[in-house]
């Protein structure tokens, strides 16, 4: 007896999340690394990680919508996780800063599109059967987890420089995972906007209207004030003598905190809804950054790291929440994208500012991501005032 399609869509989808996050879980704690182990300065790792920042701000917004109009998600998905993961053979050509900088602009065009587009597939399945987005969601974080340890465990067996090979590596799975993910629902409705509804102005307006844009620019803030800890936390935790094992075991603490969030999500919606999250994340960050740059001992660290549940993991909930509750479906890869491309432009400012600020400050320079968590605070309490709409694919809000 077959498993019934809801099974299938839910563990394709697992299967999908899993294949991005295991590289991702390498790139976001230990790619800096493997630039420093390079000679890279603080001020050229900050550069490096930012180019890729630009590249999603500018191409996210078309990269979605091409999957909102061509209807067909799973195929925009393929597509971009083929490009994406080949780049990461190219980077091994040549380890010179222009070069490395090129590759990782050329991988984010492709890169930017992929959580997006897989975010608005999962949320389809959401509105289709009935399923749990943070599960779905929540075996991303399992594989994240799973690579900050062995990342750890791998860079102190055989060193910085050969970090690399993993994410080639896990991104060749990704690959072969993308091509399992579950038919586009609006293949099965014949809705895809190529086929019956134009994507014009009428249409992108709307997303101008009410207060859509403070909603998306708070939640993207909040992402934002997690650069200093993507960018210099490895970096900062092996100054003050934190070792390579234990900056993975760190990392895989907020990732335990993040997955058993996730994998109550679902509970947790009944009880807050978008807005409640997103001001709940506002706090814990405030409090995260603030406490960072204290020199705490190991035990310290290890408690600010569950915080991420809070300052990451009900930002992502809040916003994923407002997004599927405000927007169509036939439309939703584009408001992914909008929320992307905010995210991606706070964050390459905040990353660029680490760099200087790091380089300037070292741990002090944390406590500017809570001036960031606070201004995304006050414009939550700001949209409080400002109508909230509905965005339609056939163009009428409400």
């Given at each position: 007896m077959h498993p019934p399609i809801q099974q299938k869509y839910a563990l394709r989808m697992s299967l999908f999340y899993a294949g991005f996050f295991f590289p991702f879980g390498i790139y976001v704690p230990f790619f800096g690394i493997w630039l420093k182990s390079l000679a890279f300065s603080p001020e050229e790792i900050g550069?490096?990680?930012?180019?890729?920042?630009?590249?999603?701000?500018?191409?996210?917004?078309?990269?979605?919508?091409?999957?909102?109009?061509?209807?067909?998600?799973?195929?925009?998905?393929?597509?971009?996780?083929?490009?994406?993961?080949?780049?990461?053979?190219?980077?091994?050509l040549n380890d010179s800063l222009i070069w490395i900088a090129l590759v990782m602009a050329l991988s984010?065009?492709?890169?930017?599109?992929?959580?997006?587009?897989?975010?608005?597939?999962?949320?389809?399945?959401?509105?289709?059967?009935?399923?749990?987005?943070?599960?779905?969601?929540?075996?991303?974080?399992?594989?994240?987890?799973?690579?900050?340890?062995?990342?750890?465990?791998?860079?102190?067996?055989?060193g910085a420089n050969k970090l690399i090979w993993l994410l080639v590596i896990g991104n060749m799975l990704h690959i072969i995972f993308s091509v399992s993910l579950p038919i586009d629902p609006r293949r099965i409705d014949n809705k895809a906007l190529a086929k019956g509804t134009r994507l014009d102005w009428a249409q992108l307006k709307q997303f101008g209207q009410g207060c859509f844009w403070i909603i998306l620019v708070s939640a993207s803030l909040l992402q934002a004030s997690h650069s200093m800890l993507y960018s210099f936390s490895a970096i900062y935790w092996t100054k003050i003598g934190v070792s390579a094992n234990m900056?993975?075991?760190?990392?895989?603490?907020?990732?335990?905190?993040?997955?058993?969030?996730?994998?109550?999500?679902?509970?947790?919606?009944?009880?807050?809804?978008?807005?409640?999250?997103?001001?709940?994340?506002?706090?814990?960050?405030?409090?995260?950054?603030?406490?960072?740059?204290?020199?705490?001992?190991?035990?310290?660290?290890?408690?600010?790291?569950?915080?991420?549940?809070?300052?990451?993991?009900?930002?992502?909930?809040?916003?994923?929440?407002?997004?599927?509750?405000?927007?169509?479906?036939?439309?939703?890869?584009?408001?992914?994208?909008?929320?992307?491309?905010?995210?991606?432009?706070l964050s390459a400012i905040a990353t660029t500012a680490s760099g200087f600020l790091y380089a300037e400050f070292e741990g002090a320079a944390f406590l500017t991501m809570s001036l960031i968590a606070l201004l995304a605070l006050s414009l939550l309490m700001l949209s409080r005032w400002v109508p909230l709409t509905h965005i339609r694919v056939n163009g009428a809000s409400k």
């Open positions: 550069l490096v990680l930012t180019i890729p920042m630009i590249a999603r701000v500018v191409f996210t917004p078309l990269m979605a919508a091409i999957s909102d109009k061509i209807g067909d998600r799973r195929l925009a998905l393929r597509i971009y996780c083929s490009f994406y993961g080949l780049t990461f053979v190219l980077i091994m984010h065009i492709a890169q930017s599109a992929i959580i997006p587009v897989g975010d608005s597939l999962a949320l389809a399945g959401t509105r289709r059967f009935g399923l749990d987005y943070g599960r779905m969601r929540s075996s991303g974080t399992l594989a994240f987890l799973a690579a900050n340890l062995a990342g750890g465990l791998f860079m102190e067996h055989f900056t993975g075991l760190l990392w895989s603490m907020a990732s335990v905190s993040e997955i058993i969030l996730f994998r109550y999500s679902k509970k947790i919606s009944a009880i807050f809804d978008w807005r409640a999250l997103l001001k709940i994340a506002a706090l814990i960050a405030i409090v995260r950054w603030a406490t960072f740059p204290l020199e705490l001992p190991t035990y310290g660290y290890l408690l600010l790291q569950v915080l991420h549940a809070g300052s990451f993991g009900c930002a992502h909930l809040g916003a994923m929440f407002f997004i599927n509750e405000t927007v169509d479906d036939e439309l939703s890869g584009t408001a992914q994208g909008l929320y992307t491309m905010l995210t991606g432009l």
